[in-house]
């Protein structure tokens, strides 16, 4: 396994949520890790990523302000925090590592399931 996605959960609406996802092997070599989202019915969808190497990061411009992405290189795990969660966050929680920038797409976690209850 490369990317072990973890903390995802049962959420009240306007609450908080983190998650995280440790890298291995070749994933853990990547330039960049990603999370994206797939709600029910609905396509993949960006959700934030960040480099390795210096913390750069990138938000959708729809979650910027309510999410926030981190990473803790000693321990190859990348985290998403997400606030003020609504019952369209529901959603599978995927994350990811490449090359590619801002999208890093390569290497896929098994996903996370969030659900937002109202």
């Known amino acids: 396994v490369q990317l072990q996605a973890s903390g995802g959960g049962l959420v009240q609406a306007g609450g908080s949520l983190g998650l995280s996802c440790q890298a291995s092997g070749r994933a853990a070599s990547s330039s960049h890790m990603g999370w994206f989202r797939q709600a029910p019915g609905k396509g993949r969808e960006f959700v934030a990523s960040?480099?390795?190497?210096?913390?750069?990061?990138y938000y959708a411009d729809s979650l910027k302000g309510r999410v926030t992405i981190s990473r803790d290189n000693r321990r190859d795990t990348v985290y998403l925090h997400m606030s003020s969660l609504q019952s369209e966050d529901t959603a599978v929680y995927y994350c990811?590592?490449?090359?590619?920038?801002?999208?890093?797409?390569?290497?896929w976690g098994q996903g996370t399931q969030v659900t937002v209850s109202s």
């Open positions: 960040i480099t390795w190497s210096d913390g750069s990061t």
């Open positions: 990811s590592a490449g090359a590619e920038w801002p999208f890093p797409s390569t290497y």
